[in-house]
């Protein structure tokens, strides 16, 4: 396998009594676009938030260029800061308007001049089509255009990895192309990407990768056209044929 | 009717006689209501802090025995401070002093006054603000957190830059509500010999038994100070929430954006409708297409 960025091995997480991830194991290489699909409650966003720490894995281990981050004693704020998140309430800061928002990271995390964090701030801001609401606080804005705010600040980070969190999953659904151009434009520049999502068009085009889950496990694990178009399992089978009913 | 022309009168005479008195007493209230709302919140900030600082099963233990302990000390200074009249504190602290140290150590004169005035105040405010800052903060919502966290922000660094900057505009007015409540409570500080306002109104009718007309005075003393006070609290908090517009510095390609639809030669499209109309209405007039005409 080419460069690995990320490997999971063995990870659970229970909540008390409730078993949400058991055993995955599960890794990211460089380019990569990785679908996670399933059905409510699967997993899926416990496994991304189990890789961002956000939560504590119960067991299992999580290495990042081969160094485990779940170990204790990691500077997990470091390793956070080379893998992005977006999310799908957003979570922009209420406090600063768009632009601190992408500069605020980049000042205080990675430690940029003001100068420089400005210009790459702008630059991400451009990509994403936000530079028009340089100066507009997160609640004068839709949704849509504060998720892209939200990916460009991710972006800032510059991250080897970035996380999606359902990122459309909150938006009417007029915005929900805006945000999903974005994506697209950023998986080809070779982005490596770990999506979690509900939008199968994206699974199917622009995905290098598409994981199924089920219960807490990987059900399925290969290109959109085996998963997709060729489920072996009849958990997945059953799970696409609801959503083409739909 | 000639009882309130009688108030008036004694009133008029209680100011041109004693007024700079009164003034003393509203300028040492101030001083002393503002001085001890700004260090009382500064102690309700750092403990506010300190008892949201958050400890999972996985940290180390000396973290998590040194923050319980943090936390109980905390909770003790709150309830007792919260739950005793401040008279009382103020007794407790300025007489208890030389009475531990057999007088070596005292608030002595009027400097010492200030400073056990102002120690008791405090200290008071502080045990309000200590809650109302730890609800701030918990008010704030945890994907603020979250989103600081993904981008490798550290504790202290979310606290400062994120959450504490929301957490304070909310509870800016439990802020102004503890100054105006110090404006008012200060007056028990006479107990301690402190000359604020309150203290003015003693020794004035101690010397002409004037007490109702001075107690008038006191009245609408104290109530001009807090109108004046909650206005400007109005004020800061209408500054700090900025602007409710923005400038747009282009356009976005990505969306359409209603209500902002523009052209330099047509104006809005409210302009065209009645630019039309009127139009439609000239040509009828020039043409003479009236009614009844065919």
């Known amino acids: 396998m080419a460069d690995k960025i990320l490997e999971i091995r063995h990870l659970s997480k229970a909540f008390g009594a409730h078993q949400v991830l058991r055993d995955i194991d599960f890794s990211v290489g460089k380019g990569d676009v990785t679908s996670i699909i399933g059905a409510s409650g699967s997993g899926k966003s416990t496994l991304l938030r189990c890789i961002n720490l956000l939560e504590t894995p119960t067991s299992g281990e999580i290495l990042y260029h081969g160094q485990n981050v779940t170990a204790p004693g990691v500077n997990a704020a470091r390793y956070r800061s080379h893998v992005g998140m977006v999310f799908q309430s957003f979570n922009l800061f209420n406090n600063m308007t768009v632009l601190e928002n992408c500069l605020v990271g980049q000042v205080k995390v990675l430690k940029k001049s003001k100068a420089q964090a400005l210009e790459d701030a702008r630059r991400y801001l451009n990509q994403v089509g936000m530079t028009p609401y340089l100066n507009a606080k997160p609640r004068q804005i839709s949704g849509g255009q504060k998720q892209r705010v939200a990916i460009a600040r991710a972006l800032a980070m510059e991250p080897e990895v970035l996380l999606f969190d359902e990122p459309t999953s909150a938006l009417d659904p007029e915005m929900v192309g805006e945000v999903l151009d974005v994506m697209k434009a950023l998986a080809a520049q070779g982005m490596t990407m770990l999506v979690v999502t509900h939008e199968m068009a994206f699974a199917r085009d622009v995905s290098t990768r598409v994981v199924y889950m089920n219960q807490g496990v990987i059900c399925e694990d290969g290109t959109p056209e085996q998963v997709l178009g060729n489920p072996q399992k009849p958990e997945t089978r059953d799970f696409l044929s609801r959503f083409r009913s739909n | ?294």
């Open chain 2, 1 to 294: 009717m000639d009882k309130f022309v009688k108030l008036i009168q004694d009133v008029e005479v209680l100011w041109s006689k004693y007024h700079p008195m009164y003034l003393n007493g509203v300028k040492n209230t101030l001083i002393l209501a503002l001085v001890a709302t700004v260090i009382g919140f500064l102690i309700g900030l750092v403990c506010g802090v300190l008892n949201t600082i958050p400890c999972a099963k996985h940290d180390p233990a000396p973290k998590r025995v040194f923050l319980k302990l943090v936390r109980g000390l905390i909770r003790v200074y709150v309830e007792v401070f919260r739950g005793t009249p401040m008279v009382l504190q103020a007794v407790f602290i300025f007489y208890g002093l030389p009475y531990f140290t057999d007088g070596a150590v005292a608030f002595r004169g009027n400097a010492g006054m200030w400073l056990a005035s102002i120690i008791i105040v405090s200290i008071n405010t502080g045990a309000y603000m200590a809650e109302s800052v730890r609800g701030g903060i918990i008010s704030v919502d945890p994907g603020q957190t979250e989103g600081a966290k993904a981008i490798g922000m550290t504790h202290v660094q979310t606290m400062l830059h994120v959450i504490l900057p929301q957490a304070l505009r909310n509870i800016l007015p439990q802020i102004g509500n503890n100054f105006i409540i110090n404006l008012k409570d200060t007056s028990v500080m006479f107990i301690i010999s402190f000359t604020e306002f309150f203290a003015a109104h003693k020794y004035i009718v101690g010397v002409n038994n004037m007490y109702f007309p001075s107690a008038t005075v006191e009245m609408i003393g104290y109530l001009t100070m807090t109108l004046v006070a909650s206005f400007l609290l109005r004020l800061v908090e209408r500054m700090m929430d900025g602007a409710d517009n923005y400038e747009l510095v282009q356009e976005d390609s990505l969306t359409m954006t209603a209500g902002t639809y523009n052209h330099p030669h047509r104006g809005t499209p409210f302009d065209e409708r009645s630019k039309e109309s009127r139009e439609r209405v000239r040509q009828g007039l020039k043409f003479g297409r009236n009614r009844g005409e065919r």
